[in-house]
């Protein structure tokens, strides 16, 4: 069975210190993966996709970055955080039948 | 782009009640799903349904493509059914890009 894991569980930083979310799948061979953002009170939106190692496409601008170092691995980034950063983080993976399949989710606070 | 409305925004359910969920659509589809969101934020794939009806449990879902709509049935609902019901459609050849409705809070009370 696949599994999807994502780190930390949360995260309290401070505007213009960096940040790094990493997210794992297991047991799925060259999976699509996306990262998907939360703000509060609002909803999901993709940030970013990637198909295989080494490629990744930004659909949403938000001065973040991803990167795909490994074929199992989607890391979420960026070296200088804003206050609009704050939200939930979700990685996903894209199953059978078209049908994303979920992280847990990083909760992000920016202060 | 893709619009999808959800309604009712929220709904308050004395336990063993039914609830019926909305989501309308804007344009023609690939893929629709229906999610519900923990209180603490993660989410979990209750239905991959493009078209037509599908049950598990006490959940249906039904989409009409040509009525462009989809509802998420809760038969007999129990206090931890309690939480976000989010529908999500896709439309492009990017499959993995969901366009997610505001989602409706069901609140059950005993």
């Known amino acids: 069975a696949q599994t999807i894991h994502q780190w930390p569980v949360a995260e309290i930083k401070a505007v213009g210190s960096p940040l790094s979310l990493g997210c794992t799948i297991k047991?799925?061979?060259?999976?699509?993966l996306y990262w998907y953002w939360q703000a509060t009170g609002g909803t999901l939106q993709q940030l970013f996709y990637s198909i295989t190692v080494g490629q990744v496409e930004s659909v949403v601008q938000l001065n973040l970055s991803a990167s795909r170092p490994k074929d199992d691995q989607f890391i979420l980034s960026t070296e200088k955080l804003l206050l609009s950063h704050s939200g939930f983080y979700l990685c996903a993976w894209l199953g059978d039948q078209n049908t994303l399949y979920f992280g847990a989710g990083t909760r992000l606070s920016v202060l | 782009g893709q619009q999808v409305q959800q309604s009712p925004a929220s709904l308050v359910l004395q336990e063993g009640e039914n609830a019926e969920l909305q989501c309308n659509f804007s344009t023609s589809l690939n893929s629709m799903q229906w999610f519900y969101q923990r209180p603490e934020g993660s989410l979990v794939s209750l239905f991959y349904n493009p078209s037509g009806t599908k049950q598990s449990g006490r959940l249906t879902s039904t989409t009409v493509i040509k009525e462009r709509r989809s509802s998420l049935h809760i038969s007999s609902s129990q206090i931890t059914d309690s939480g976000t019901y989010l529908c999500a459609t896709n439309t492009g050849a990017n499959t993995g890009k969901l366009t997610f409705g505001h989602g409706t809070i069901l609140r059950v009370h005993p």
């Open positions: 047991g799925k061979s060259s999976p699509n």
